[in-house]
């Protein structure tokens, strides 16, 4: 059987999560930002606080999946990772329409 020949896949899938990094990025900011935008209350920085907490978790699964395409032969995304990734999209767009209503 001829060894696998991944070709650029290992290299899309990488770029495929930094422009998800980046834009989990954006909105982490426009929404901490819309959070204190006239005044600081507690809400605001509570929700300030969340998107950045759920900002920094999105980015530890991105960083360790980012490091592990760097193998040679890259195992698939773990369960547990998919699942946090998707949970910190979920939150991050729920706390943006809570900081936008």
Do not use: N, Y
């Not at 896949?9 to 930094?18: H, K």
């Not at 426009?30 to 759920?54: H, M, N």
């Amino acid at each position: 059987m001829p060894a696998r020949d991944p070709g650029l896949q290992p290299e899309r899938t990488r770029l495929a999560w930094r422009r998800t990094t980046l834009t989990c990025t954006i909105v982490a900011v426009l929404a901490a930002k819309s959070a204190i935008r006239d005044e600081v209350t507690a809400a605001g920085l509570a929700g300030a606080a969340l998107t950045a907490l759920v900002w920094v978790g999105f980015l530890a699964v991105a960083h360790r999946r980012i490091h592990a395409l760097d193998a040679a032969r890259p195992g698939p995304l773990s369960r547990r990772g998919a699942l946090f990734a998707a949970a910190c999209t979920v939150a991050l767009a729920a706390l943006a329409v809570a900081v936008v209503l």
